[in-house]
């Protein structure tokens, strides 16, 4: 158990809606850092979030937006859910803003 | 530049053996190159990681090779048993960065 924690850990969903996926950081951990799984993408970086205050964008949708709250925790918004958005969506927390980061259970959104 | 490219994809060993996974990547600038283990229906956990200042680095039964000039480093399984059978995937990041460059992983099958 890495000690980062997601949820939902499973989501269906139809085309065209919103979801919200919810990941509380390692306790001490003050960065947040989202990641997608596909088969055909790999692994791949969405956003990074320290202490409240977005620090590194990656490949994510103008579709989908994040927050990081005061008590550290972070959602990931996707709207307007296309089918190629089903994927294993992760969050992965770390002390400072680089280093070693622990991967949470990730939550498998289907988008039908 | 951002790519790290593994191989093989897939990998079958039998117990005991000594599966070798590749990773190689063309960004200079990367300095911190971790591994991490992935089972079904989990996250991803780091495995061990390494630094370009050494050539090799051991923890129990898993070794990184390092190879600088060649900008290509390995991951070896000693004694391998059919519990490590599982997904990995190697990683490169820049010191202080906040993203991870993920590999597009290896799925190691250890028959017992």
């Known amino acids: 158990d890495s000690g980062v924690t997601q949820t939902p850990k499973h989501l269906i969903t139809a085309t065209g809606q919103r979801v919200t996926l919810r990941c509380s950081p390692r306790?001490?951990?003050?960065?947040v850092y989202w990641y997608q799984q596909s088969l055909d993408q790999g692994l791949q970086f969405l956003i990074q979030?320290?202490?409240?205050?977005?620090?590194a964008k990656g490949n994510i949708l103008e579709r989908f937006s994040a927050q990081q709250f005061p008590d550290l925790h972070s959602e990931l918004n996707l709207s307007s859910l296309e089918l190629g958005d089903s994927a294993l969506y992760f969050c992965?927390?770390?002390?400072?803003?680089?280093?070693?980061?622990?991967f949470g259970p990730g939550t498998r959104l289907l988008v039908l | 530049q951002q790519q790290v490219k593994q191989s093989p994809q897939s990998l079958i060993v039998q117990k005991g053996g000594i599966p070798i996974i590749n990773c190689a990547y063309e960004?200079?600038?990367?300095?911190?190159f971790p591994w991490y283990q992935q089972f079904p229906g989990k996250g991803p956990a780091l495995l061990i990681a390494?630094?370009?200042?050494?050539s090799e680095k051991k923890e129990g039964r898993f070794t990184i090779s390092f190879n600088k000039s060649a900008k290509q480093f390995s991951l070896h399984i000693m004694d391998s048993q059919p519990g490590d059978s599982a997904t990995y995937f190697c990683?490169?990041?820049?010191?202080?960065?906040?993203?991870?460059?993920f590999g597009q992983g290896t799925r190691l099958t250890i028959n017992p």
């Open positions: 992965a927390s770390s002390v400072g803003q680089g280093g070693t980061q622990y």
């Open positions: 306790s001490g951990d003050l960065s």
């Open positions: 979030y320290y202490n409240g205050e977005e620090r």
């Open positions: 960004n200079t600038a990367f300095d911190y």
């Open positions: 390494i630094r370009p200042d050494v």
């Open positions: 990683a490169a990041s820049k010191e202080g960065a906040q993203k991870l460059v």
